[in-house]
């Protein structure tokens, strides 16, 4: 099975958001490097994981990939581990609050080495996110704060978002438990907003971003889902250009019955045309398909339902820009295979 490199990128950020519980050790796993007896001597590792999925980076260039993982006990912690389990000589780093999400990583300095982006959090009261190198030394400028009682909750996504070489910082921000609002924002190296950010939508966001050009015109654009309430009523999928504005006549591209929590969007060429489909499943189990203006593909969400989504749906590739199915497992547990006309394969 080929995965296109962002597809194979979202769907590892999938599995190691499951998975994180599970333990620290299954991060070797999901790096692409095999750790079979005898190099997995000094695995397993303990480690109080704050909800956070680990980014898995070669930090410091040095053929190696390190392991960051955040914590909460008892103050924020992140602790970087070696690929043979112990830990770098700076970590764990320590803060005052939890450590809370995905972290993410980039050479936001372009030294050449990745730094860890990651959200520091008190309930009630302020955040911040930072950018710390592997000595344990935050980038001038960082972190930046949002003095809100907001939580951040989608993964943070890192990326040349305007093609200037240097990379932007986009996260979601979301106020706690019933109130539905949301912030998106994207910060420059430096920890700064850019200009136009922060938006905010009326919704709760989190799912994470899908990150494409939707109209082929040669710009970015940033794609995500929010619900209403419980999740099982209102839910909409947004769509912002990389400057902030709305990449259509508003922020809301479509709208689906149920909200999008536990997988990020995705986007994926189904009907054969040249520009990419959103890709959205749901609560209630449906796995819509969108064109890029909002419109829904035909054949979608499929009539044959079984359930919950719990991963991403993986997308088979029968042509270097063209998908021919969608894989898929489901709760109750079923494996699945649905054509790209949203047909299922009975075999
Ligand atoms: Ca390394
Ligand atoms: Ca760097
Ligand atoms: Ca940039
Ligand atoms: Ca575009």
């Not at 320590?94 to 809370?100: A, C, G, H, I, S």
């Not at 309930?123 to 960082?142: K, M, N, S, T, Y």
């Not at 921000?173 to 920890?191: C, E």
């Not at 990020?264 to 609560?283: H, K, Q, R, T, Y």
Request: charged letters at 15%; proline letters at 6%.
């Amino acid at each position: 099975m080929k995965l296109s490199k962002d597809r194979a990128r979202r769907y590892r950020s999938t599995v190691t958001t499951g998975l994180a519980f599970a333990g620290i050790a299954l991060c070797s796993w999901l790096s692409g490097r095999a750790f079979a007896y005898p190099e997995n001597a000094g695995w397993p590792v303990n480690w109080v994981l704050g909800g956070a999925s680990p980014l898995v980076a070669d930090l410091d260039g040095d053929g190696f990939e390190e392991i960051v993982a955040g914590g909460a006990s008892p103050q924020g912690e992140v602790m970087v581990y070696n690929h043979d389990g112990s830990h770098v000589a700076s970590a764990p780093w320590t803060f005052p609050k939890d450590v809370q999400g995905h972290v993410g990583g980039g050479d936001l300095n372009n030294d050449g080495q990745i730094e860890a982006v990651f959200a520091e959090y008190e309930q009630g009261a302020f955040g911040r996110i930072h950018a710390v190198d592997i000595d344990g030394r935050e980038l001038p400028g960082w972190p930046a704060t949002f003095g809100q009682p907001v939580l951040v909750t989608a993964a943070i996504t890192i990326f040349d978002f305007d093609g200037d070489g240097r990379l932007e910082t986009l996260y979601t921000t979301a106020w706690i438990w019933g109130y539905n609002a949301s912030g998106l924002t994207l910060l420059d190296d430096q920890g700064a907003p850019l200009p136009g950010w922060p938006v905010e939508i009326d919704e709760t966001v989190e799912s994470g971003f899908a990150i494409a050009d939707l109209d082929l015109d040669g710009d970015m654009e940033i794609v995500t889902a929010g619900y209403v309430g419980a999740g099982q009523g209102e839910a909409s999928i947004f769509a912002f250009n990389h400057d902030g504005t709305p990449f259509a006549a508003e922020p809301r591209l479509a709208t689906l019955d149920a909200g999008v929590v536990g997988t990020p969007v995705s986007l994926a060429n189904l009907d054969g045309g040249p520009e990419p489909e959103i890709v959205a499943c749901d609560w209630a189990g449906h796995i819509h398909v969108f064109d890029n203006q909002g419109g829904a593909v035909n054949g979608w969400p499929p009539v044959a339902n079984f359930g919950y989504v719990d991963a991403m749906p993986v997308a088979l590739r029968s042509a270097p820009n063209e998908v021919s199915a969608l894989w898929c497992n489901t709760n109750p547990s079923y494996v699945l295979l649905y054509h790209a006309d949203g047909t299922l394969d009975s075999h």
